[in-house]
């Protein structure tokens, strides 16, 4: 089994910033995509940036300039810098990750989800 869990959500004045992680943990064979979405009251669940294998990292328009993704792969975690939020950026961020695992003795890919970390950015 894998394991997602994230921390570092919080509430936060326009303008500010925020560092999330999340460190995924368990029978992980290697972590194909690793990264971040959110989902706003009422709207779907959208990407916010993800990192492919170490070599791409993808950012929503809406963030791109603003928010940074890094990744210690020593450690299989991941980080979103968060910064000049504004009241669009609330949302329950989810971290996610495709991942190869072993199951019965083969190699398999799966998608994993963590439980969500809220962020509440207002005055």
């Known amino acids: 089994q894998v394991h997602l869990v994230e921390s570092g959500g919080s509430l936060v004045q326009p303008g500010g910033s925020l560092r999330l992680s999340c460190a995924a943990s368990?029978?992980?064979?290697?972590?194909?995509?690793i990264g971040w979405y959110r989902q706003a009251p009422g709207k779907e669940r959208e990407l916010v940036a993800a990192?492919?294998?170490?070599?791409?990292?993808k950012y929503a328009d809406s963030v791109k300039g603003r928010f940074t993704l890094s990744r210690d792969s020593a450690k299989n975690t991941v980080y979103l810098q968060m910064n000049s939020l504004n009241s669009e950026d609330t949302s329950v961020y989810y971290c996610?990750?495709?991942?190869?695992?072993?199951?019965?003795?083969?190699?398999?890919?799966?998608?994993?989800w963590g439980q969500g970390t809220q962020v509440i950015v207002s005055s």
């Open positions: 996610y990750a495709d991942v190869y695992i072993v199951t019965d003795s083969r190699l398999e890919k799966r998608t994993y």
């Open positions: 990192d492919t294998s170490g070599e791409i990292t």
């Open positions: 368990g029978s992980i064979v290697s972590i194909i995509a």
